[in-house]
């Protein structure tokens, strides 16, 4: 049979509410933790699918657009370091803006331009300034884009999150330790007879810390719990609600094994800082005892 | 007017003794001294008691005894270690020799008799079945054999003082300091009790009481430490109609 804790901290009502500290830090842990690794994976999988790529866009003016495609596509093979070339039906352009522009009637006259996939050979690398001008001579008003501005722009976005997700990693921490340290000192300060008591009966510092520390991991062990649930509930409902939003607007990254470790670390490591803190706080107060 | 002084008590030899006081004074904070210029050693397996008026220092000479504070002057030795010298880490191994009786019990609310009184045995590393053989067997002599599982609010007075004794000598202590140990028992269990505390003497236990029991007091006849105003002087003679 477990031996009860010599010190009776259910009489401590500041330790009451450790669990559900540790429950709200594991919850705001988790769900910005796992919004930066979101971000991340969004991120990665753009660059993953444009880098060593480019789009040529020709503008569509009408009868000549087809003989412009045709020699734009031959100077395309020509050039050294392109792998493929392909270019988009008029339908594959209109479904690439319709998340954004809705479905486009033929009778709109939008003047969607023609688009020019082009894949380049491992290791290649073209400059789209020099090229443009290449192609500018059969097709005026081409546009090359190898998405190196955009993507740079959505990398220092993505960066950015992953930054304030950090932060706000730190300040709950930063929160729940001040709230062990307050938590601690309060069952100190309530539980002092029982404290003392056991110090002249000629228990250590580490004997009697060690009771608030397992007090702590009990506790934070149950919010981390809590917290987990909680977080994993919200998540899915987050992702419930981002597929009826289109996957094509906001691709859904697969949670990674790494990704899943980082964010199963969250709970491990909040009640692991609440021990800590926990033992370290009694252990410096207990050192004013004589 | 302040009561004479006696001389530098030695109740044994100092470079052997379990505990040597000298010149030891103490106040709390900006007070006046509540313990002045006390000196006194105890030998090995003494016995003596702590007499004097309330407010004569008992408590705080017994505080100043199990470690609970630090003199405000003077040396406090301790089974040869001079306290104020002695690294903190190890003053837990020195505070496990002793056995206390609180005057107030001091016993763990929400733990049973059986885990009260178990303590000093688990703070010491006794393995847990050697550990409750043990203490059943010392509960079951001072009579709370029926109170293995009881919480110490059902225990009346006399039972709690009963549990705080046993918690006190479970370890077999080297130095047992008792405050008024016997004050909330019946005179049978009192000196079932004192029994308790001379057999333990015997098997080398060296033993202090604080009492104001005049009559246990003279029938044991072990050496006295009176206090008053805060040193320690010559005893009082007993007060005609005490041997009762």
């Keep these: 049979m477990r031996r009860r804790p010599d010190i009776h901290f259910e009489d401590d009502l500041s330790s009451r509410f450790l669990p559900a500290i540790v429950a709200l830090m594991v919850f705001l842990g988790l769900l910005g933790?796992?919004?930066?690794?979101?971000?991340?994976?969004?991120?990665?999988?753009?660059?993953?699918?444009?880098?060593?790529?480019?789009?040529?866009?020709?503008?569509?003016?009408?009868?000549?657009?087809?003989?412009?495609?045709?020699r734009v596509e031959q100077i395309l093979r020509a050039t050294p370091g392109v792998a493929a070339v392909r270019t988009l039906t008029p339908a594959d352009t209109q479904a690439l803006v319709?998340?954004?522009?809705?479905?486009?009637?033929?009778?709109?006259?939008?003047?969607?331009?023609?688009?020019?996939?082009?894949?380049?050979?491992?290791?290649?690398?073209?400059?789209?300034g020099a090229l443009a001008?290449?192609?500018a001579g059969d097709a005026p008003g081409v546009v090359v884009d190898d998405h190196h501005d955009w993507l740079g722009r959505l990398v220092a976005l993505a960066r950015t999150i992953e930054a304030v997700a950090v932060i706000v990693l730190a300040l709950i921490a930063s929160t729940a330790v001040a709230t062990v340290v307050f938590a601690t000192r309060s069952g100190l300060a309530v539980h002092a007879p029982t404290v003392e008591l056991l110090h002249l009966m000629g228990a250590t510092d580490g004997y009697v810390a060690g009771q608030f520390q397992r007090h702590a991991m009990r506790s934070g062990a149950i919010g981390a719990a809590i917290g987990t649930l909680l977080s994993l509930l919200a998540l899915a409902a987050l992702v419930a609600a981002a597929w009826r939003l289109e996957a094509a607007f906001l691709p859904l990254p697969g949670i990674g094994l790494r990704a899943a470790v980082l964010l199963a670390a969250v709970p491990v490591v909040a009640v692991l800082i609440v021990m800590v803190t926990a033992r370290a706080t009694a252990l410096r107060a207990l050192a004013h005892l004589p | 007017m302040p009561a004479p002084t006696a001389p530098a008590l030695s109740v044994g030899d100092g470079a052997h003794s379990v505990l040597r006081f000298e010149n030891v004074g103490m106040r709390y904070g900006t007070g006046p001294e509540v313990l002045r210029d006390v000196s006194f050693a105890l030998t090995p397996g003494s016995f003596h008691f702590i007499t004097g008026a309330s407010g004569a220092g008992k408590s705080t000479?017994?505080?100043?005894?199990?470690?609970?504070?630090?003199?405000?002057?003077?040396?406090?030795?301790?089974?040869?270690?001079?306290?104020?010298?002695?690294?903190?880490?190890?003053?837990p191994a020195l505070r496990r020799m002793i056995g206390v009786v609180f005057q107030d019990f001091r016993l763990i609310d929400h733990l049973s008799t059986l885990d009260n009184v178990a303590l000093p045995l688990r703070l010491s590393g006794g393995r847990p079945d050697e550990i409750d053989r043990h203490v059943r067997e010392l509960l079951a002599w001072v009579g709370l054999g029926d109170h293995l599982?009881?919480?110490?609010?059902?225990?009346s007075g006399g039972q709690q003082?009963?549990?705080?004794?046993?918690?006190?000598?479970?370890?077999?202590?080297?130095?047992?300091?008792?405050?008024?140990?016997?004050?909330?028992?019946?005179?049978?269990?009192?000196?079932?009790?004192?029994?308790?505390?001379?057999?333990?003497?015997?098997m080398g236990t060296t033993v202090v009481i604080a009492s104001h029991n005049e009559p246990l007091i003279r029938r044991?006849?072990?050496?006295?430490?009176?206090?008053a105003h805060g040193q320690i002087v010559a005893a009082p003679p007993p007060v005609d109609g005490d041997a009762s």
Aim: hydrophobic share 50%.
């Design chain 2, 220 to 227: 044991f006849g072990f050496p006295v430490l009176h206090l």
């Design chain 2, 61 to 91: 000479l017994l505080r100043l005894m199990y470690l609970a504070q630090r003199p405000t002057r003077g040396l406090v030795h301790l089974f040869g270690h001079d306290v104020a010298l002695t690294p903190r880490r190890r003053l």
């Design chain 1, 98 to 128: 319709e998340p954004w522009l809705g479905k486009i009637s033929p009778e709109a006259g939008l003047p969607l331009p023609r688009v020019v996939d082009v894949e380049l050979a491992p290791g290649a690398a073209i400059d789209p």
């Design chain 2, 161 to 202: 003082q009963r549990v705080a004794i046993a918690r006190a000598v479970i370890a077999r202590p080297n130095l047992l300091l008792a405050d008024e140990p016997t004050g909330n028992v019946d005179d049978r269990m009192a000196m079932r009790l004192m029994h308790l505390f001379v057999e333990l003497n015997r």
């Design chain 1, 133 to 135: 001008a290449r192609l």
């Design chain 1, 33 to 70: 933790g796992a919004a930066a690794l979101a971000v991340g994976g969004i991120v990665a999988t753009w660059d993953t699918d444009l880098v060593g790529r480019l789009t040529v866009q020709v503008p569509d003016d009408g009868a000549v657009t087809a003989q412009r495609l045709q």
């Design chain 2, 149 to 155: 599982n009881a919480r110490p609010e059902t225990l």
